[in-house]
Nanobody, 120 residues
Framework: QVQLVESGGGSAQAGGSLRLSCAVSGYTYSSGCMGWFRQRGKEREWVAAIDSDGSTSYADSVKGRFTISKDNAKNTLYLQMNSLKPEDSALYYC???????????????WGKGTLIIVSS
């Protein structure tokens, strides 16, 4: 059974930093892709993805501010968020998929989410 458990959510001031973690179990972590999504309203939008070879990609809205990484030995996915803005406030989800982790419909597994609130 695949489980993705996010942690590290909370509050920050604009310009500050937070780091999210996602503990992964039951998933072939080293061979599939993983990503982060966020939801501020009805739509869940893609934030960042990392492939099995370590290549990364980012939504334009977070490029240069957020960094996705993974530790295969610890089975953990990370999202380092710097220069936070109020519009980054959202429920952040860890996600795993076989091939496409930059597309909602490519995701096979979801975490339950962790809330980020950025105040101005």
């Amino acid at each position: 059974q695949v489980q993705l458990v996010e942690s590290g959510g909370g509050s920050a001031q604009a310009g500050g930093s937070l780091r999210l973690s996602c503990a992964v179990s039951g998933y072939t972590y080293s061979s599939g892709c993983m990503g982060w999504f966020r939801q501020r309203g009805k739509e869940r939008e893609w934030v960042a993805a990392i492939d099995s070879d370590g290549s990364t990609s980012y939504a334009d809205s977070v490029k240069g501010r957020f960094t996705i990484s993974k530790d295969n030995a610890k089975n953990t996915l990370y999202l380092q968020m710097n220069s936070l803005k109020p519009e980054d406030s959202a429920l952040y989800y860890c996600a795993a998929g076989p091939e496409r982790c930059d597309d909602y419909y490519g995701i096979a597994y979801w975490g339950k989410g962790t809330l980020i609130i950025v105040s101005s």
